[in-house]
């Protein structure tokens, strides 16, 4: 049995189709091969709705700028003594794999390895405030150690997740609104 929906102007149509097949009545051995169908029409009530003032396609991002996207790469796999943080062995097998994905994509790849903190967030607000107007899309890819509590390492300190996203918030880094704004931090916790 199919049942379909369809709409007409202010009135809601309900149409059933069933069928029976000899897939559908194994025990019935003087069945034709013919398919008997029937059809039947419900009206029901009138449908009353709002236009969406946003189409489906006004949920696809454009992707039309001279440049695809951008995403840096911070990776941190060597740690401050003081900060009693292993190395993050595997790092550069991510750091290829993500390398690789992107560039498929057509985004420009930068990578920045084993940064400070101070270094990191100085690149961060460096990175939202250049010209990217032409970029479809942005993407930070945060390797590191970090807490549950929102914090990633650099090799010397922590920096608060939300000071790596605020940067690129549309009030903040206003080549970038209205576009996505990717952020993936895969951190080992301790």
Same mark, same amino acid.
């Given at each position: 049995?199919?049942? *379909?929906?369809?709409?007409? !102007?202010?009135?809601?149509?309900?149409?059933?189709?069933?069928? =029976?097949? #000899?897939?559908?009545? &194994?025990?019935? +051995?003087?069945? %034709?091969?013919?398919?008997?169908?029937?059809? %039947?029409?419900?009206?029901?009530?009138?449908?009353?709705?709002? &236009?969406?003032?946003?189409? #489906?396609?006004?949920?696809?991002?454009?992707?039309?700028? @001279? $440049?695809?996207?951008?995403?840096?790469?911070?990776?941190? =796999?060597?740690? =401050? #003594?003081? *900060?009693?943080?292993?190395?993050?062995? /595997?790092?550069?097998?991510?750091?290829?794999?993500? +390398?690789? @994905?992107?560039?498929?994509?057509?985004?420009?790849?930068?990578?920045?390895?084993? &940064?400070?903190? $101070?270094?990191?967030?100085?690149?961060?607000?460096?990175?939202?405030?250049?010209?990217?107007?032409?970029?479809?899309?942005? @993407?930070?890819?945060? *390797?590191?150690?970090?807490?549950? /509590? /929102?914090?990633?390492?650099?090799?010397? /300190? !922590?920096?608060?997740?939300?000071?790596?996203? @605020? #940067?690129?918030?549309?009030?903040?880094?206003?080549? *970038?609104?209205? +576009?996505?704004?990717?952020?993936?931090?895969?951190?080992?916790?301790?």
């Amino acid at each position: 049995n199919l049942s *379909l929906v369809e709409e007409h !102007s202010s009135t809601q149509i309900r149409s059933s189709l069933s069928c =029976d097949s #000899p897939q559908n009545k &194994p025990n019935n +051995k003087t069945w %034709s091969s013919s398919l008997k169908c029937s059809v %039947s029409c419900t009206s029901l009530l009138p449908v009353f709705s709002i &236009p969406s003032e946003k189409s #489906p396609s006004s949920y696809v991002y454009r992707t039309d700028g @001279a $440049e695809r996207g951008l995403c840096v790469v911070f990776s941190v =796999d060597k740690f =401050d #003594p003081i *900060l009693c943080l292993p190395p993050r062995n /595997g790092s550069l097998v991510d750091i290829q794999n993500i +390398k690789r @994905a992107f560039t498929s994509l057509d985004f420009r790849v930068i990578v920045h390895s084993n &940064p400070t903190s $101070e270094s990191l967030f100085s690149l961060i607000r460096t990175i939202s405030t250049q010209n990217l107007r032409d970029h479809d899309c942005f @993407a930070c890819v945060i *390797l590191s150690h970090g807490d549950e /509590g /929102g914090l990633i390492y650099a090799t010397d /300190g !922590s920096i608060p997740v939300d000071r790596i996203i @605020a #940067p690129f918030r549309g009030d903040q880094c206003l080549d *970038l609104r209205g +576009k996505p704004k990717l952020f993936f931090i895969q951190v080992c916790p301790f």
